[in-house]
């Protein structure tokens, strides 16, 4: 039984109530938001799995939702867009939305595309082995390459890259890090992380994949994308 849970953005009060009822029927658990300020203080508050976002919404575009959540990690986006909004759905797209769907909306439709979404980020969740760009980490074997030369790290290295790796995109704190890496073990300053990270550049022989976020921590860009 799904029990995951979806942030349904629409400010049409009739569609966000065919929308929730269909998909809590379908099995989800369903957070609806009728502006984009609204989707913003729910995603906050509430994490959900999978957020279905319209493009015209009050307050905040669904474009500027879904900006700001991208930022912030890789939960997954479906965009609504009316139809003729279609050059729109590049855009979105181009953001990191993981899929969109033309008004007027099937509810089936809706539900499958859930389904397929929350599958796929489920698989790079759980994958054995990752490929982000020329970078290839096998979870199992616990090596790492790039360009199809191994790359040897040590155990910690390895786990905060995996971690990073994990949700390619989302920002980490270093104490996040920190925990991930080191599980409860851990002693000393949250700024050891600064140093293995200085390996881990060093020894991926690029500074762009393990980018600094000033103020906040570190995120992973694919490489060679
Ligand atoms: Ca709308």
């Known amino acids: 039984?799904?029990?995951?849970?979806?942030?349904?953005?629409?400010?049409e009060p009739a569609l966000r109530q065919v929308m929730c009822d269909y998909l809590s029927s379908e099995g989800f658990r369903t957070l609806p938001a009728a502006s984009?300020?609204?989707?913003?203080r729910l995603f906050a508050a509430e994490r959900p799995d999978l957020l279905v976002l319209d493009w015209m919404l009050p307050d905040l575009s669904g474009l500027d939702v879904a900006l700001r959540v991208r930022a912030q990690g890789t939960t997954p986006i479906i965009?609504?867009?009316?139809?003729?909004?279609?050059?729109?759905i590049i855009v979105g797209l181009e953001i990191g939305a993981d899929d969109y769907l033309v008004k007027p909306v099937s509810m089936r439709q809706l539900a499958a595309r859930v389904r397929a979404v929350l599958r796929r980020a489920t698989a790079t969740q759980q994958a054995d082995v990752l490929t982000l760009g020329t970078l290839r980490?096998?979870?199992?074997?616990?090596?790492?390459?790039?360009?199809?030369?191994?790359?040897?790290?040590?155990?910690?290295?390895?786990?905060?890259?995996?971690?990073?790796a994990r949700s390619p995109g989302r920002v980490f704190s270093r104490l996040q890090l920190m925990e991930a890496a080191l599980g409860d073990y851990y002693e000393g300053y949250e700024r050891t992380i600064d140093s293995h990270i200085s390996h881990l550049r060093r020894k991926l022989e690029a500074d762009n994949i393990i980018q600094t976020v000033h103020g906040s921590g570190y995120k992973l860009m694919p490489p060679g994308d």
């Open 79 to 88: 965009m609504v867009t009316a139809r003729g909004e279609e050059p729109d």
């Open 137 to 164: 980490i096998d979870f199992l074997g616990q090596t790492v390459s790039c360009e199809g030369k191994e790359i040897p790290l040590t155990a910690t290295e390895f786990k905060l890259l995996a971690a990073l």
């Open 1 to 11: 039984m799904a029990s995951e849970r979806l942030l349904v953005a629409e400010d």
């Open 36 to 40: 984009g300020e609204d989707a913003l």
